[in-house]
């Protein structure tokens, strides 16, 4: 497909996407406004259907709910006489004679009580005139032609009650009769009877009925058709057909598909759509109301769908012609434009033929230069990357030598602190020992005030061991004390020599330590202040190595940014290369379709692979 599209004229390559697209677009356009027109038409037609179903459903009650409303006034008239005592068969025979008489359409009008129930007098009535062989009461006025005739509802054509007596008194309620066919002057009809039952005490004591023909509501019946091709039905609320299109089925149970008879059964306004073997359908149900009974009959209208949408598609005939009309406008206006369209490429691609000779002159020469700014890139990359590895290496070491400046920071100032408490201790000790050479020098006092004292006890000692010689006998106890005296006193001498040279001893001893105090402490003060002086040297040098430190590692990473920067323009030269390579591809795939558009070179045999250009 692509090979046929690239032989057709650049006037045809232009035209033919251009009324495809426009096909589309009216296609879908035309869908789009197809379906909006199927589904207003079936929401109009829903709607006309049921404005028509309303409207024929209420004539249908009209029509229904006159004879319940008359036989339910003259029922209460009966019932009230019969509680008053104030009943009377003979006026009871013309009230139903006259509300016969007051509606040309009904067929009947009639009464039938229980035995007894009406007056009691039953037996009085036996075989009496209007009255049948049992006297009770059953008036029945009935309507042949222009005629209106009395008889007994029991007679020889109806010799026993039936379904019409017997429903509404059992179930004490008033209501419409199952339609049933009856022949009236020759005449079969459809035909059914409104009744009305009287009760009294809780007791069903006899029922008022009017008869009426089915005729009207056939003829309404068939006049609801909103469209031509629509089919209405009535269907009672025994699933009778009462009326419809088709007089076979009429009085027969009515047939429809499950999901239409459970629609009918909900006895509300309901619509649905179904398929049938002629088409699909529009199914209407209304729900006709009876005076005020329960009971409901539904009428019914179906209505085929091409019916509903013959305007639809009416309208899409139209949209169609209309389409096709400016589809066919579309392709000329865009023929004589494309055409004036290959006539100005023409003139450009002339243009473009004399600049892409220097285009592709200029391209040549940028792909030198791009070569040559590559190739010095990538080697002063290679430089680069070697020289960050060796001031990596550097970087290392230096931050090595400044974790061990700043571990001998740390020790020094250990060991200053540790030389100044030595030195603290030192002074401590000097102190003592000038203390202890001060008691020194008391002791050695002390002990030449007890040499004194040993050396006068000895003297007076002697004076006494004199006076007791001269005493003689008297005096010799005196002078063992005596003996004793200077004894003690020679050796307390003794003692005070011996201590006081232990004495002289310790003085010279601590003078001796004192001063080797003195001399240890300011040595250690030397110490401490060369300690101190280290210290600080060891600090400024690792605070020097850490400078150096850190102004290596700004050093790296300006390296680092430098080699990212190099490989940056290494890769940005060679993506120049490329790039003038690409371009140079390109200025030839332009050449060569200036070549086609300037008719050089024919569209057959050229190959045009254009690819985006990479920056």
Known sequence: MFQLFKKLSLTQQLTFPIAIVGFLVLGVIGFVSTQDTFREAKS??????????????????????????????LGRTLAMQVEKGLQSRQRTHFELLEMLKSDSGYLATWSAWEPNAFDGQDQKYINAEFHEKTGRFYPWWIRQGDNLIYKTLLNPETPDLGDWYFKPMSSKKSMLLE???DTVNGKKIVMTSAVYTIVQNGEAQGIVGVDISLDTVKNLVAEVKPFADSESYLISDTNMLVAGPDEEKIMKPFEAESQVADLIKKNEVGSLEIKTEKGKELVLVVPVGIYNLQQKWTLMVRTPEKTILSSAYAILWKQGIISIIGLALLMTTVYFGARSSSTKITTL???????SGAVAEAIENLNVTGGQLADSSTRAAASIEETAASLEEITSMVKLNTENAQQAAVLSGDSARLAKDGEEKIEQLIQMMTSIESSSKKMEEIIGIIDDIAFQTNLLALNASVEAARAGEHGRGFAVVAEAVRSLAQRSASAAKDINALITTSVDQVKQGTVAGRENGEVLRK?????????????????????????????????????????????????????ASEINDQSAVMKSTVQILSGEVSSENSELNPSPVSV
């Not at 202040?529 to 430190?549: M, P, T």
């Open 349 to 355: 691609s002339t243009n473009l033929t004399t600049s």
């Open 44 to 73: 109009n037609a829903l709607a006309t259907s049921l404005e028509v179903g309303k409207k024929y459903s209420q004539q249908i009650e009209s029509y229904l709910n006159k004879p319940f409303a008359q036989t339910e006034i």
């Open 179 to 181: 339609p049933y066919s």
């Open 527 to 579: 110490i401490s202040g060369s300690i101190d002086k280290v210290a600080s040297l060891n600090q400024e040098i690792a605070h020097a190595s850490q400078q150096q430190s850190s102004g290596i590692s700004q050093i790296g990473s300006a390296i680092n940014q430098l080699d990212e920067l190099i490989q940056k323009n290494a890769s940005q030269a060679q993506e120049v290369v490329a790039t």
